[in-house]
């Protein structure tokens, strides 16, 4: 493998250490062991890329994909695995996705909701994860139904029936999870997002960092590595999103 330039060590090592947030927010990607210990795709990709430029890591492990964004856009981790987000690009530079994963809606089984396209009306409340990719693009798109927020996506489920509010929106795996988990509950059919799973870090640390970054994700996906992470933490559902075309 070819050397890497001290000056993009340096980007990506500001404190000695890459220092990678993981978002426990996203079951799908990362979650606590038997020991409690951070696990999953996303930690295992944060391995990868510490072993690529041959420096230690710190896991930097947050319940939330807003405290993840916030704590990379303020230049206190240097890495993170995020949803990609036109609001999130301001301070946060993403690669191609690596992992594409369904968004969906729940509602209570005597629900006269039946399609996603019945959500958005004066009538509703979505409830959603505070500062999720959910959150950020149901903001944007919902024009007639409210928005409630839950602290965290594993929470919106529970959120949403202690608060009485008509749909729950998240992950579907998550969602599924939960329906099986509490009962009385049904997901609408499809989904009203494809959420485009990929790494990030902040625009200051430069364009030739940006580049190595984004060669990795390609790297992950076209060897598989991606594809045997999923298949290992047994996760059912996201698929590896296709490689991304090389500039010409």
Known sequence: MTAIAPHILQAFTPTGTLRATINLGNPILARRDAAGHAAGVSVDLARAFADRLGVPLTLVVLDSAGKAVDTVSQNDADIGFFAIDPKRATDIAFTDAYVLIEGAYLVRHDSPLHDMAQVDDPRHRVTVGQGSAYDLHLTRELRHAAITRAATSPTVVDTFLQDGTEVAAG??????????????????????????????LPHRRGEAAQQLLSAFVEDMKRSGFVEQALARHGIAGATVAPTAMPNR
Do not use: H, K, N, W
């Not at 969602?175 to 099986?180: C, P």
């Not at 049904?186 to 989904?191: E, I, Y």
């Open 171 to 200: 992950v579907r795996q998550q969602l599924e999870a939960d329906a099986a988990r509490l009962g009385g509950l049904r997901l609408l059919p499809g989904s009203f997002m494809t959420i485009r799973q990929a790494l990030g």
